[in-house]
């Protein structure tokens, strides 16, 4: 059905069909309760117009070029550059008013030094191999006094509504460890003091979802289990009585899926 949205953006540029994980994207960035989280990520940064901000991770764009609306200077850095690609086209780039594009490891920032007066990362982390080295970059390219604000889903929260609990908790923990970091959500406090973030705040907020098919694009609940199974992680017989369990519940009713989230903020401190 669909694809598991955690799994594939290390390596976009190698995918079979990058388009597909574009597409993820786009899906992603029309949901209400996105728009709600990443208005709190912007409220968090509280950089007045006119002020420089970086998004890392920004892949097709949509969320610089509405920090660009509000009248930021933003830049879009990615490692993937079929996203850049589309989002150069999608979201144009460079005039004014607009967002900047650029190539961008997470791990290594093509940036000077307090190059920025406020940062961020979303759904970013959870892909990378040193989620530390990450936030120590998104600091280093901050301006001392001024915010990094980063965001992730702990994929160890996924709920889906089938009968079976045990299976549930079986098959969805095998899905959860796919993803390179996937409890990085209940981390980033501890990641952001531990770089040395001041004044750090925690935030939470849920996607709900009613729908086998929604469910499944925006979560993976069939094909993060697939996937386990050809990783060796779930023997054939628990992946089919998942299956079937998510195909019964779906007859009763449409299937319920829930994911949480959790934004952290913290203040870059005078070097």
């Avoid at 160890?156 to 899905?175: E, F, H, M, N, P």
Wanted: proline share 6%; aromatic share 4%; charged share 25%.
């Amino acid at each position: 059905m669909g694809r598991s949205p955690a799994i594939g953006f290390e390596r976009v540029d190698a995918a079979a069909r990058p388009q597909g994980l574009a597409a993820y994207l786009e899906l992603v960035n029309e949901l209400p309760a996105v728009r709600a989280y990443r208005e709190r990520m912007e409220q968090a940064l509280d950089l007045p117009a006119g002020h420089r901000v970086l998004d890392v991770g920004c892949g097709t764009g949509a969320e610089s070029a509405r920090l660009a609306a509000s009248g930021l200077r933003a830049v879009g850095a990615d490692l993937s550059i079929d996203l850049l690609a589309a989002a150069r086209r999608q979201r144009k780039s460079g005039s004014e008013g607009l967002p900047v594009f650029t190539a961008g490891n997470a791990l290594a920032l093509p940036f000077a030094n307090a190059a920025f007066d406020g940062c961020r990362a979303e759904r970013v982390l959870q892909h990378v191999t040193d989620p530390a080295a990450a936030v120590a970059e998104l600091m280093r390219v901050c301006r001392p006094g001024r915010r990094v604000v980063v965001s992730e889903p702990d994929w160890g929260t996924l709920a889906v509504d089938i009968d079976d609990a045990a299976l549930a908790r079986k098959v969805l923990a095998a899905a959860c460890d796919l993803v390179p970091q996937g409890w990085i959500g209940r981390r980033l406090p501890g990641l952001c003091r531990d770089a040395g973030l001041q004044d750090v705040t925690i935030e939470a907020h849920s996607l709900v979802v009613e729908g086998y098919a929604t469910a499944d694009a925006l979560f993976g609940v069939a094909s993060g289990p697939l996937r386990a199974l050809d990783a060796d992680r779930l023997p054939p017989e628990d992946v089919a009585r998942w299956l079937g369990a998510l195909d019964r519940r779906e007859q009763r009713g449409p299937l319920l899926a829930s994911l949480t989230g959790l934004t952290a903020s913290g203040r870059v401190p005078d070097r």
